[in-house]
């Protein structure tokens, strides 16, 4: 046993000296032999290899690597204009010349090259508008040739960061949900901050399929503070295993009863500018949308009264229980009260507008080895168009059913109603339902949208 203990020992230490010799040996190589063999990596690799230590570093920013890189991938085009063709050939400047660009030059002319061509494709993707929601048609598939997903990084009060990638996502009508879950989640008490940002490979090869361990471009969305969380009014459904909590905007955690610890987390985003929103920040600044200008118009006494466009799809884990558009909305001027325009866009008392819930209605969540249902829960997208059919007011969050203290006064409807009622800074949404026990279903009865006329007038150039 002694004697195959030393063996043993002998062989570990002649494996770490063999590791340590060869690193001495590349770490003793020549610049000029390094720089040969880096000259045969890739982009990616090359990213990757500058990140191993300072010499390193600068020997991975070698503008001549990274020109002859440049060149190969984007050459020059020349218009032949006798022969009307167009001639491609590659840039050649001498080594000197390359040589004299500050250290790292051409890398970084690489890469703003590459996301430049990258973007004009995602763009000609978005470009496309869905008549219904007026929004980009192609959505989904811009968020796939983007390579674009999304991470939730959880601080804790140390200030050590715990970084969760997503494990699965659904594409609704006009938004996404995305799903994280797994059993190494860190203790909910330890935590202080949560940052849900948007992750894209900083350079994108189609021919490889990106890794969370390649080169990645962060993008902050949204910060939730989770000191005091369990303490604040945020839990809007629960089941007999979890508890869930909305956490504004558009964030759901599920908290498990036994030991009050993080199950998963779900969040919805809305279709609108989140290809923008997801990928132009940066991993501590949030992107600020462009001020939208306003149309002025002296004609119309009733401008930005009317003409709005209603789009509403409410879903769960891949349902949809309704989904449908509202065209000719307006508010008359007498419902301007309290600082909002009222939009009655389902009334109580026309039976014909009415609408069903289809399927069984609730917040459908799983983790690695268990799923559920959370009864009267689940997701609403809410698009509202302006009169020249351009995205005004777009949200999507969690939303609650609450039994109403009121009873059905209507004939047709004689069972229990039920109250959702969502606001944010540029509106507000009320909607009553009423369970049909004979058809067991909902039904929505009354549908209100209340903007806030310091949105309508910002937009407009208005007054009201």
């Known amino acids: 046993m002694p004697g195959t203990q030393n063996v043993h020992i002998q062989r570990?230490?002649?494996k770490s000296s063999a590791a340590s010799t060869s690193c001495l040996c590349i770490e003793s190589m020549p610049s000029e032999i390094l720089l040969k063999i880096l000259s045969y990596l890739d982009a990616v690799t090359l990213l990757c290899i500058g990140c191993v230590n300072r010499r390193f570093y600068n020997l991975a920013n070698d503008n001549v690597i990274w020109f002859k890189k440049y060149s190969i991938s984007f050459p020059c085009?020349?218009?032949?204009?006798?022969?009307?063709?167009?001639?491609?050939?590659?840039?050649?400047?001498?080594?000197?010349?390359?040589?004299?660009?500050?250290?790292?030059?051409w890398k970084k002319e690489y890469i703003m090259k590459h996301k430049a061509v990258t973007k004009t494709g995602i763009i000609q993707l978005l470009r496309p508008i869905n008549l219904y929601t007026g929004l980009p048609l192609k959505s989904k598939e811009a968020i796939k040739a983007s390579n674009l997903s999304w991470v939730v990084i959880?601080?804790?009060?140390?200030?050590?960061?715990?970084?969760?990638?997503?494990?699965?996502?659904?594409?609704?009508?006009?938004?996404?949900?995305?799903?994280?879950?797994?059993?190494?989640?860190?203790?909910?008490?330890?935590?202080?901050?949560?940052?849900?940002?948007?992750?894209?490979?900083?350079?994108?090869?189609?021919?490889?399929?990106?890794?969370?361990?390649?080169?990645?471009?962060?993008s902050?969305?949204?910060?939730?503070?989770?000191?005091?969380?369990?303490?604040?009014?945020?839990?809007?459904?629960?089941d007999s295993l979890v508890q869930l909590l909305h956490l504004d905007p558009g964030l759901?955690?599920?908290?498990?009863?036994?030991?009050?610890?993080?199950?998963f987390i779900v969040a919805t985003l809305h279709y609108h500018q989140i290809i923008e929103k997801s990928?132009?920040?940066?991993?501590?600044?949030?992107?600020?949308?462009?001020t939208h200008k306003p149309i002025l118009d002296d004609v119309d006494p009733e401008y930005g009264l009317h003409g709005y466009q209603l789009h509403i799809d409410m879903h769960s884990g891949g349902r949809s229980y309704v989904c449908s558009t509202f065209r000719n909305l307006f508010c008359r001027k007498d419902y301007i009260q309290n600082g909002y325009l009222k939009i009655i866009v389902i009334s109580l008392k026309d039976n014909a507008q009415h609408l069903p819930l289809i399927g069984k209605v609730g917040f459908f969540w799983k983790t690695s080895v268990l799923e559920g249902n959370i009864k009267n829960c689940y997701m609403m997208d809410i698009t509202v168009l302006d009169e020249i059919e351009k995205p005004f007011w777009c949200f999507s969050a969690p939303v609650y059913m609450r039994l109403s203290s009121k009873t059905s006064g209507l004939y047709d409807y004689m069972g229990h109603i039920y109250d959702i009622n969502y606001v944010d800074s540029d509106g507000k949404v009320h909607i009553e339902l009423v369970w049909m026990d004979n058809a067991k279903e909902y039904y929505i009865v009354n549908l209100i949208l209340y903007i806030s006329t310091k949105k309508v007038n910002s937009w407009y150039g208005t007054n009201y």
């Open 12 to 14: 570990q230490c002649h």
């Open 77 to 105: 085009k020349i218009l032949n204009w006798k022969t009307e063709s167009i001639e491609t050939t590659t840039v050649s400047l001498s080594h000197a010349t390359v040589q004299e660009r500050k250290l790292g030059y």
């Open 154 to 218: 959880l601080k804790d009060r140390k200030g050590k960061e715990h970084v969760v990638e997503q494990v699965d996502i659904t594409f609704n009508d006009t938004s996404v949900t995305v799903y994280w879950y797994g059993t190494s989640w860190p203790c909910l008490d330890t935590l202080s901050t949560l940052e849900l940002c948007g992750m894209t490979p900083l350079l994108l090869n189609r021919c490889k399929v990106p890794t969370k361990n390649g080169p990645r471009w962060c």
């Open 220 to 238: 902050l969305i949204a910060e939730y503070d989770l000191t005091n969380l369990t303490k604040a009014p945020t839990v809007i459904g629960s």
């Open 252 to 263: 759901l955690m599920g908290l498990w009863k036994e030991g009050n610890e993080i199950a």
């Open 279 to 290: 990928t132009l920040g940066s991993s501590t600044i949030r992107y600020v949308l462009p």
